[in-house]
């Protein structure tokens, strides 16, 4: 079972920024692909970006160009920066590794609101 736990979001203006962070398990290790999921409001959950073992990211194309991740692989600790915020990314975020599925472990996330 991985052990993913979630947090910084919140409610937000439109144009503003928030950062995420993402405390996971240990044993996933540096050389595992992480990611950054979200869920909309009713709607399916999706990817939005990804970080390697080399550190490159690559985004979805909602997301390209406001939000940035990054990890700290001595603390297992991955980022999302997220900038240029939208009504559009509402939605509870999610950290996994990459190409995780439905019915893997999931944490619980944590809900940013972008509200005028």
């Known amino acids: 079972q991985v052990q993913l736990v979630e947090s910084g979001g919140g409610l937000a203006q439109p144009g503003g920024s928030l950062r995420l962070s993402c405390v996971y398990a240990?044993?996933?290790?540096?050389?595992?692909?992480m990611a950054w999921y979200r869920q909309p409001p009713g709607k399916q959950r999706e990817w939005i970006a990804t970080v390697n073992s080399d550190d490159l990211p690559t985004y979805a194309d909602s997301v390209k160009g406001r939000f940035s991740i990054s990890r700290d692989s001595t603390e297992n600790i991955l980022y999302l920066q997220m900038n240029n915020l939208r009504l559009e990314d509402t939605a509870i975020y999610h950290c996994?590794?990459?190409?995780?599925?439905?019915?893997?472990?999931w944490g619980q996330g944590t809900q940013v609101f972008i509200s005028p």
């Open positions: 240990k044993r996933i290790g540096r050389f595992t692909a």
């Open positions: 996994n590794t990459h190409g995780a599925q439905p019915s893997d472990s």
